[in-house]
């Protein structure tokens, strides 16, 4: 496990207020890096890393999703978990606003706003998943169950 200088980001605060026990894992980065990327610099199996997508609905609703890295979102399977018509992804440009964080630092812990969190069901399958820790070259491994916890998260079937 690489444990770098001490940097605490607001998911960090948050698991700590909670007394949600997890680890950090940093990597030097300035860039965006997608996960598979980032698990192969750290080590780490693919399936327990998890990526956070956030979509909207024609109404304006936003939904955020927890899924594998290497897999894709299913919008029709988003859609029935979220109950509403259709999805969409939000654009890159947008995840600042919406969520308070850069893109390849986007975590559902500790966003603008507490939007719907849909974990994949997979999770379930692991004692530890990997996610986002809200800075770029920062990831936090914890219990799939704390990060259902924390982010109030649904665990369902997301992908293709």
């Given at each position: 496990m690489s444990k770098g200088k001490e940097i605490k980001t607001n998911a960090m605060r948050i698991l700590d207020r909670m007394k949600i026990p997890y680890n950090?894992?940093?990597y030097e980065c300035t860039e965006f890096t997608d996960g598979q990327?980032?698990?192969d610099l750290l080590g780490f199996p693919h399936e327990i890393m998890f990526k956070?997508?956030?979509?909207?609905?024609?109404?304006?609703a936003y939904f955020?999703?927890?899924?594998?890295?290497?897999?894709?979102?299913n919008l029709k399977k988003a859609a029935?978990?979220?109950s509403v018509k259709s999805l969409s992804m939000i654009h890159v440009k947008e995840i600042n606003e919406v969520?308070?964080?850069?893109?390849g630092g986007c975590?559902?812990?500790?966003?603008?706003?507490?939007?719907?969190?849909?974990?994949?069901?997979?999770?379930?399958?692991?004692?530890?998943?990997?996610?986002?820790g809200g800075?770029?070259?920062?990831?936090?491994?914890?219990?799939?169950?704390?990060?259902?916890?924390?982010?109030?998260?649904?665990?369902?079937?997301?992908?293709?």
């Open positions: 950090t894992h940093t990327q980032t698990a956070t997508l956030v979509t909207v609905s024609p109404a304006r955020v999703f927890v899924i594998p890295i290497d897999c894709e979102l029935r978990a979220a969520t308070g964080y850069v893109r975590t559902a812990i500790g966003m603008k706003k507490q939007y719907p969190v849909y974990l994949h069901e997979s999770a379930l399958a692991h004692p530890q998943i990997i996610v986002s800075k770029i070259g920062v990831q936090l491994e914890l219990a799939p169950q704390d990060y259902e916890k924390v982010c109030h998260a649904t665990f369902c079937d997301l992908v293709e």
